[in-house]
T-cell receptor
Framework: ETGVTQTPRHLVMGMTNKKSLKCEQHLGHNAMYWYKQSAKKPLELMFVYNFKEQTENNSVPSRFSPECPNSSHLFLHLHTLQPEDSALYLC??????????????FGDGTRLSIL | GENVEQHPSTLSVQEGDSAVIKCTYSDSASNYFPWYKQELGKRPQLIIDIRSNVGEKKDQRIAVTLNKTAKHFSLHITETQPEDSAVYFCAPSNTGKLIFGQGTTLQVKP
């Protein structure tokens, strides 16, 4: 299944670098999500976008900056990250406005390592 | 906020046996109850979901049962196969915001 595509698959960066993660969905969905998956912890919702508007920011530090230029694309801009930010970052999409409890479809994730 | 717990955290069964994973939640307003499967190094994939107006749903070897009064729902896998080995997550929701459990690692031994 290639409905939700994330790039890059792996990223190693220093704490002072700036990088961006990209997510693209080809499912015609209107809601997109960023999740963080750390070892031994549940998936944590970071941001939700509905029709390009951010509707949820789950107390995420400002060093993570999301951008949603259209319903098919979602970015996560990274700046001055900390070692504890090393994790798998997953993008997901769903139909509806995100409040309608529609199934979410995930990408393969970006494995991020902070040196 | 919603508290979600899965039990057990790990489960090992022989091929052909059944496996049951239970998910308890705290928010009585939750009305959507999905289960996701994540194989090692792969994306989480929805395997079955149920809504609050239904008590049970079955899809071949997989079933989900819901007890809204007791606030728990369970994943049932029958005739387990080695390819069922993965981490399983429940993620109850009432607003479209999924709250994931900590996951259950299922190992099916050939």
């Amino acid at each position: 299944e290639t409905g939700v595509t994330q790039t890059p698959r792996h990223l190693v960066m220093g704490m002072t670098n700036k990088k961006s993660l990209k997510c693209e969905q080809h499912l015609g969905h209107n809601a997109m999500y960023w999740y963080k998956q750390s070892a031994k912890k549940p998936l944590e919702l970071m941001f939700v976008y509905n029709f390009k508007e951010q509707t949820e920011n789950n107390s995420v530090p400002s060093r993570f900056s999301p951008e949603c230029p259209n319903s098919s694309h979602l970015f996560l801009h990274l700046h001055t990250l900390q070692p504890e930010d090393s994790a798998l970052y997953l993008c997901a999409s769903s139909q509806g406005r995100g409040q309608a409890n529609q199934p979410q479809h995930f990408g393969d994730g970006t494995r991020l390592s902070i040196l | 906020g919603e508290n979600v717990e899965q039990h057990p955290s790990t489960l090992s069964v022989q091929e052909g046996d059944s496996a049951v994973i239970k998910c308890t939640y705290s928010d009585s307003a939750s009305n959507y109850f999905p289960w996701y499967k994540q194989e090692l190094g792969k994306r989480p994939q929805l395997i079955i979901d149920i809504r609050s107006n239904v008590g049970e749903k079955k899809d071949q070897r997989i079933a989900v049962t819901l007890n809204k009064t007791a606030k728990h729902f369970s994943l049932h896998i029958t005739e387990t196969q080695p390819e069922d080995s993965a981490v399983y997550f429940c993620a109850p929701s009432n607003t479209g915001k999924l709250i994931f459990g900590q996951g259950t690692t299922l190992q099916v031994k050939p």
